[in-house]
């Protein structure tokens, strides 16, 4: 069972940056596809962006330009690099597994960390 620890929101005025971090537990990290997603309230989980094994990456029309996925599988961690925050980007950011570049996410959820972008 893989396990994922997200960090690193907060809140933060309309322009700024964050640098959300996801942790795995294991040490099979580098074998998945890893996808960020967020949920705002009242709305439903989407994906923001995902990277594949081999580095491939791909992003949500609402962050692209703007945002940058990575990881680092000797750490087993997956980053994602926020910039110009927008209020209508404040939600719960969850990071997961996913079948593909596109999504479909599958296994455990951690337990999202919270970023919040006002004035």
């Known amino acids: 069972q893989v396990e994922f620890v997200e960090s690193g929101g907060g809140l933060v005025q309309p322009g700024g940056s964050l640098r959300l971090s996801c942790a795995a537990s294991?040490?099979?990290?580098?074998?998945?596809?890893m996808g960020w997603y967020r949920q705002a309230p009242g709305k439903q989980r989407e994906l923001v962006a995902a990277?594949?094994?081999?580095?491939?990456?791909n992003y949500a029309d609402s962050v692209k330009g703007r945002s940058t996925i990575s990881r680092d599988n000797a750490k087993n961690t997956v980053y994602l690099q926020m910039n110009g925050l927008k209020p209508e980007d404040t939600a719960v950011y969850y990071c997961?597994?996913?079948?593909?570049?596109?999504?479909?996410?599958?296994?455990?959820w951690g337990q999202g960390t919270q970023v919040t972008v006002s004035s």
């Open positions: 997961t597994r996913v079948s593909t570049i596109v999504g479909g996410p599958f296994g455990s």
């Open positions: 294991g040490n099979i990290f580098s074998i998945y596809h």
């Open positions: 990277i594949t094994t081999g580095g491939s990456t």
